[in-house]
């Protein structure tokens, strides 16, 4: 089948570095994207790799590996405002639909 | 500023009725979608529509149903046929999904409406 497994919580303190893992089993996808959503609000698009290898954005880095099917995202000196949850996502080539994971909460403590 | 508006915020259903949920683009995104969300879980796709006129079953559409008749609009009508609707219902567009580099700009969502039935 086509799934996403992400760790449902991760906790580090502030100015620290963290990292989110994602693994899939699937073939055949366009890459892996990664959103952010504060609690009540909206997923907000972060980043997508199309390739393997790492895509830096900021704060945020997210790598793939496709012959290992796993993915991450990595946020650099973290803050209190990056308490949230993150999604993995991808979507699969011959069709229209994403899968996104279950998420993982972040929590900063300081 | 272009974006999604989903209406209304907060939306109260009793037992046995229809209620719709509004989603409007300015983005002029071809591509629209209507996801639930469940608490500490991630999004599953209840429809999804590539053109006007036309939308596809996602993977939980019972109880669900959407229409297309103008770009900027996607609404999502719960019925009473859907038994446990209370979630948080997210709108999300992209641009055309065959058009080359879609996939680094990702979604665009809306900021969600939380239904509740009463």
């Known amino acids: 089948g086509q799934s996403l497994e992400q760790p449902s919580e991760v906790t580090a303190v502030e100015g620290a570095i963290v990292q989110i893992n994602c693994t899939y089993q699937t073939s055949g996808f366009y890459g892996l994207s990664w959103y952010q959503q504060h609690d009540g609000g909206a997923p907000t698009f972060l980043s997508y790799?199309?390739?393997?290898g790492l895509e830096e954005t900021g704060r945020f880095s997210s790598f793939l590996s496709r012959s290992d099917s796993y993915g991450y995202l990595l946020l650099q000196e973290l803050q209190m405002k990056d308490s949230a949850s993150y999604f993995c996502?991808?979507?699969?080539?011959?069709?229209?639909?994403?899968?996104f994971g279950a998420g993982t909460r972040l929590f900063v403590k300081a | 500023d272009g974006g999604i508006t989903q209406s209304p915020k907060y939306l109260f259903r009793k037992e046995g009725q229809n209620v719709t949920l509004s989603c409007e683009q300015n983005l002029n995104h071809d591509a629209m979608y209507w996801y639930r969300q469940d608490p500490g879980q991630g999004l599953r796709l209840i429809y999804y529509?590539?053109?006007?006129?036309?939308?596809q079953k996602g993977d939980i559409a019972e109880g669900y149903s959407v229409s297309r008749e103008k770009k900027e609009s996607f609404p999502l009508t719960v019925t009473s046929a859907q038994k446990n609707p209370t979630a948080f219902y997210l709108c999300a567009s992209t641009s055309s999904l065959g058009r080359s580099g879609t996939e680094a700009y990702g979604y665009t969502f809306g900021s969600g409406t939380r239904l509740t039935v009463v």
């Open positions: 996502a991808v979507r699969y080539t011959g069709g229209f639909k994403t899968i």
């Open positions: 529509s590539q053109i006007v006129n036309d939308f």
């Open positions: 790799n199309a390739l393997d």
